[in-house]
């Protein structure tokens, strides 16, 4: 593959040469070519007669393009969530918020302003601009390292297409009381309800208390200081309900041309049954619903089927069953049921660490499952291992016991433009 310079050891030949479909390759090849080209300064700091700016730049949206020769719906401001730090500006201000520059490991880190990136929403830059305007009337000081205390932490701002906002504030409680968080809550609520914050016209603010570097909403809930709990995304015909911690694709218009290409690889129709395995909050099965016959979704996370079934619920999707627990012990019981002959396509968008082997032992042992899509947001990493233990021949050691996959298509799907990453859907069939 175009972005590694040799062939990744234990690929077979038999799927290798098939692989790519049309024009993949050269556009791969051509998107890596473009970030060589843009990568001429450093990716260290260097002497302050220079672009913060642009530094910046050059980390996050390294290539820049004008993309004319490819269609895509959003090209610019296109994420939906940003995630904003606080640090050390390159003045030195601690109250500083917006995306690191230079590593912890040379010391050269520096907190740097977001609102010259392409990727990144006018919206989103206003509220971290005024999160910055607030922490810096705040008598508290910021965290910046656990261990040297500070209190301000991350801002996350998250929008949908309608020009809602939900922002969420990370705090560090330290050893402040209960009446004394009560104080700093109603502070930051009053600055963006009737102070200067108020431009910023947010639909909902949450405030989360976290002594770690990640708390999810069980470990220490979000608690919503105004406005609506949710905001709701459009997609593909489907109202998808937000929160703070929800997993959503963070390009809306890329997510849609996402899923649309699935639905064309897969080719599902109304004699199939669809198979969302490790499906998350269920949106792309959702989303392809009324395509197929029915969709069955395996999740391992409760919280997340529970959002699947409710977003079925709320759209009147009555084709779709949601399962919680391991993939490799639910899809044998699951398949059992169902009618014999019956196509049964199966898809699949695991996060970067991809597949579990246990999912893919699954996968490959169960013989129903003859079309399988995989999503993959980082080709080069362990859907590499994945692929070659689908497409290997049958092997008994390693419990791999059904027929192998043939790759017969990849597409690549840019989901974030201006960057070097990009989403790839692969076609498998047996």
Known sequence: LPWRARKPPGWSQLFLGSACKGNFTHMI?????????????????????????????????????????QLKPVINGY????????????????????????TWRDRNMVCVRSNHLKNIPKKHSQVAQYYEVFLRQSPLEPCLLFPEGGYWRELIAHTNSQGHTMAIITFHPRELRQEELCVEKETVKKFFTKGSGAVCDLTSLYFQESAMTRCSHQQSPYQLLFGEPHIFEDLLGLKIRIFPDAFFQVNTAGAEMLYRTVGELSGVNSNTILLDICCVTGVMGLSLAQYTSQVLGIELMEQAVEDARWTAAFNGITNCEFHTGRAEKILPQLLKSKEDGQLIVAVVNP??????????????????????????CKPHGETTRNIIELCCPPNSAKKLLGERFVLRQAVPVDLFPHTPHCELVLLFTR
């Not at 090849?29 to 220079?50: E, V």
């Not at 904003?84 to 520059?101: A, C, E, H, Q, W």
């Not at 999912?359 to 993959?376: D, T």
């Open 29 to 69: 090849a051509k998107k890596c070519q473009r970030r060589q080209k843009s990568q001429k300064k450093p990716r260290h700091l260097g002497p302050l007669d220079d672009s913060w700016q642009e530094r910046l730049a050059d980390v996050v949206t390294p290539l820049r393009l004008s993309y004319e020769e």
């Open 79 to 102: 994420r939906n969530k940003s995630t904003f730090s606080v640090n050390r500006g390159p003045d030195g201000n601690p109250k500083t918020v917006g995306y690191y520059l230079g």
């Open 351 to 376: 996060a970067q660490a991809g597949l579990h082997y246990q999912v893919v032992q699954a996968i490959r042992n169960c013989g129903a499952i003859h079309i399988l899509v995989f999503v993959s």
